[in-house]
């Protein structure tokens, strides 16, 4: 699964956290255990039918089980808020009544009437009406209900949005819709007819076996897969899909699409046989299911899903071709994330949901795997650096444990530690073993594991298997420790005896971290290597050189996960940009002359180099961190970002030159920024050039934005809304409530920023009101991602900008509730 928290993450600050002492062993007090087995799961039939109306599901189910390890005369069953109509053991062609238990309507006791030996197989026949949108369940900040199943506009009351059946079974929500043994460590066949209107499609696990016709109007479609696979990846959809197809090495791959976006399925998730060829060959083993299909739908809870055979998107993935001028691989990293898990996760699964790294950390690593591949290695570098700042920016989450014992509800293990810091930690141990080596351990893992589950001491079993390496050490302080090192990185040059030092201490409270890495020595222009094992809290390293270094450059490979502060001078990291390779190495340079530009003319000049980066993301990390409210600044970097404005290609980076010029203000931008408004083909950058219009000529942006008031793109509406948040007022709040309330999910964060500026704007008590209670639920929503802190500044300053107003005093008071509220959140 693919959470998508990228938007809450980046509100916060892009300064890492320091850590804070441990806080006492929570595990003391309680231990979560791996399901114990007492039945298992061989095989489970269903039989559908869907009432729209009521938004209910008719179900007959075939579950076939064997008593695991004992002897065993009763079965339990997890069936979540269901009417169960008949239980029955099925004994050839005749159906024998079952006593059962049903009282607490989350689990059905069944007395089998006799004991069944190990191994002995039984089939139960139960019918049952699942009622999902009357269960009472709570979902995660990751996946945001857990009702397993859901009906989009059942009654096509909503304009504009399709009918629509999905399901989400992660984590145990399945059992919402089917009777079953609700957990990762059980395995089962399945085969899933579905009765439908014949006008709509289907899609579910494996193959589509047959598909007859079931009454008027009516069709059945039924799907067989033959491998045995987790509940929570059981699925169903059902809606007016179009169907692009395509094969590779013999296996549908298949993309269903609202038939507005049909036409763009190749260039949506053209990638995909790519992806399959890679991640096969890189592993050793081929993508092992008979089918692969990806289905987008509307008001998904989550992300994505890594469903058996058929991955779920949300439908943020789901673009026209003017959208995809500006698809990032952000995006597009989420289609190889999902299909990643199709080893990791589905072909082996975590046997509890403890060990969810064994599934989520694997794919997280994936994303920068393949942009690697497919886009070089300052794609992959970049993506995985991302990916471990947000983890760095959580505080909370680094005192976590990978591997998580003693979480207090399951949910709670979809965070920064099991995706980002996992995936980072898994690149950490790729470099310390070699590729070979690590993806050797890979293949043997899924081979070990096949079909079955695993968790991270089989991992590591792999790993020492292939590597002849004790691995103890790393697993311990990585996926059963939490935090991280902090650490400080001096030098010194011994002229007399040509010896340079290397000084790096580990300022993290607690025990120090054992830390293998590299060190570069640069002189005459070529590096000499020393790989170096770090296994005190300050260490000091040594290079006998001909010369002094002009670059001491310490994990030269750039893939440790620590927070450092590295004592370079200013000529040192320019030296560093110039001539150390990687993607992180050149933005350790920039981000270093951000600090002293104003006071450096080196440090400036370094900044301004950026702007010629080969690679757009580190062109946008120059202009973002110019520092264009100096003058001496202003006057030194304007000309080579007007001449950047011209030359750029990349939507993303030319909006962010438009965001830097428009911070100073100059009537001379106004032109360009007219231009690009009208004759983008990027709505990223049409969205930059309306803000930036707004800080020349507010009047003229306005009127622009009123103009495009009738977008439905987002990012778009959401500049619209951001103009309205900083020159409109009441007579705009209304626009800026509707799209706002229109988004779902996450995509309210596009109106974040719109929405707290225009707070101050309302002196109206009713609409100051209605922006305060908005903000409010996402921060609390998101709380546990920082979102809380900025979301208080915000009401803070409008209530400090209301000051003397006629309706200061009530907004005031308003503020100050929403703000308690918040604080008290958990």
Known sequence: MNKLLTAAVCLLSTAAVAQQAPPANPALKIYRASATKVNDLVHTKLDVRFDYARRYLYGKEWVTLKPHAYATDSLRLDAKGMDIKAVSLVNGEQLQPLKYDYADQNNLRISLGRAMKPGEAYTVYIEYTAKPDELKVQGSAAISDAKGLYFINPDSTEKGKPVQIWTQGET??????????????????????????????????????????AGAGLRTDTWKMEMPHAPYLFMMAVGDFKIHKETWRGKEV?????????????????????????????????????????????????????????????????????QLVDREYQNESVI????????????????????????????????????????????????????????????????????????????????????????????????????????????????????????????????????????????????????????SIDYAWDAAKKVQSVTVKQNQPGQPFQLPFAIDYYVNGKPQRQRVMMTEASQTFTMALAAKPDLVD??????????????????EFAYQYKNAPLYVARREALLAADAKQKTDPAALKLLQSGLNDKFNNLRMVAVERLKLDDKAVAKAALPALRKLAASEKDPHALAMVLTALAKTEEKRDEKLFTQQLANSPSYVVQAAALQSLAAVNSAAALTKAKALETTDQPGLSAAVAGVYGKNGGLPQWEYVRSQFDAAGGQGKFNYFEGMGTMLARLEDPKAFAEDVDRLKALAIQYKRYGVDQPTIAMMQEAVKKQAGSANAAVNQAVADKAIAEIQAAK
């Open 254 to 322: 298949s993309y269903y699409l609202e038939p507005k976006y049909a036409p763009f399925a190749k260039q949506i998730f053209g990638n995909t046989p790519d992806m399959l060829e890679f991640f096969s060959n890189r592993l050793g083993v081929e993508y092992p299911w008979n089918k692969y299909s990806q289905i987008v739908v509307r008001d998904y809870v989550s992300g994505a899903m890594e469903n058996t055979s058929a991955t779920l998107h949300g439908e943020f993935v789901q673009m026209t071709d003017k």
């Open 172 to 213: 145990e929500a399945s059992s919402a819709w089917f009777p079953t043994i609700d957990r990762p460590n059980q395995k089962t066949t399945s085969e899933i007819s579905m009765t439908v209107p014949s006008k709509y499609v289907t899609l579910s696990n494996g193959r589509l076996d047959s598909q007859k016709p």
């Open 336 to 487: 190889a994330h999902e299909l990643f898990h199709q080893w990791f996760g589905d072909y082996v699964t975590a046997e509890s949901w403890s060990n969810l790294t064994v599934n989520e950390s694997m794919a997280d690593f994936s994303e920068g795997l393949y942009a690697e591949h497919k886009y070089g290695a300052d794609a992959g570098d970049s993506h995985n650096h991302r990916n471990l700042r947000n983890y760095l920016r959580s505080a909370p989450d680094a005192q976590k444990n990978l591997v998580r014992f003693n979480y207090g509800d399951k949910e709670e293990m979809f965070d920064l530690v099991s995706y980002q810091k996992g995936g980072a930690i898994l690149d950490m141990l790729r470099t310390y073993l070699g590729d070979d080596v690590f993806f050797a351990g890979l293949q043997k893992y899924l081979k070990d594991n096949a079909l079955g589950n695993g968790e991270a001491h089989q991992q590591r079993l792999a790993m020492e298997a292939i590597s002849g390496k004790d691995l103890n050490w790393f697993y311990n302080q990585w996926y059963y420790g939490t935090g991280h090192p902090v650490v």
């Open 554 to 571: 310490v994990d030269a490979e750039k893939t440790l996960v620590w927070q450092a502060t590295d004592n370079k001078s200013m000529a």
